[in-house]
């Protein structure tokens, strides 16, 4: 019987320290992504624009092309803080248990919200880059969707196992 509590003990260390790397090297690339100068950053979007609007219009129009550079613009602040969120509040699920997971996910989304902000807010500092709260809106709207799917997959997961017994 202490062969398998201990056993546990070492697989939750595990868990717990692999899921806090992970979300360091999340954040990590979030900041290397948000800290990239102007032109570099609107380079490679342009470029993948171009791409996909060839593929979806016959002969694109500038104006084409930057409408779909916006939506790639978009969908990468949404995508890549919903990732975020999901896994921030994966982190802190592992980390709190019982009723404090109530405190821990209100604690990633705060975390998420700060990061959501002061990824915007320093690149003003940054050659080309500058603020904008609708971006700041964007991140945080992402981290926001991550949490709650990941909420939402802890209740559901809960009911699945009491059903199921």
């Not at 939750?12 to 979030?30: K, N, P, Q, R």
């Not at 709650?148 to 997961?157: E, P, T």
Request: proline share 1%.
């Amino acid at each position: 019987m202490k062969q398998g509590k201990h056993t546990n003990l070492w697989l939750e260390i595990i868990v717990i320290a692999a899921s806090i790397m992970g979300l360091m090297l999340l954040l990590y690339f979030v900041m290397i992504v948000s800290f990239q100068n102007g032109a570099q950053s609107t380079n490679v979007t342009m470029r993948v624009a171009e791409q996909i609007a060839v593929s979806i219009f016959d002969n694109p129009t500038q104006e084409q092309t930057e409408a779909v550079s916006l939506m790639i613009r978009y969908g990468a602040h949404i995508g890549l803080f919903f990732i975020v969120g999901l896994v921030m509040a994966f982190v802190s699920m592992v980390l709190f248990r019982r009723y404090f997971r109530i405190i821990g996910v209100l604690g990633a989304g705060f975390v998420c919200y700060v990061l959501a902000y002061y990824t915007e807010y320093y690149k003003q500092y940054i050659d080309g880059r500058h603020f904008q709260m609708s971006d700041v809106a964007l991140n945080w709207y992402g981290s926001l969707a991550g949490i709650i799917c990941m909420v939402g997959s802890y209740f559901l997961n809960r009911l699945l196992v009491k059903l199921s017994s």
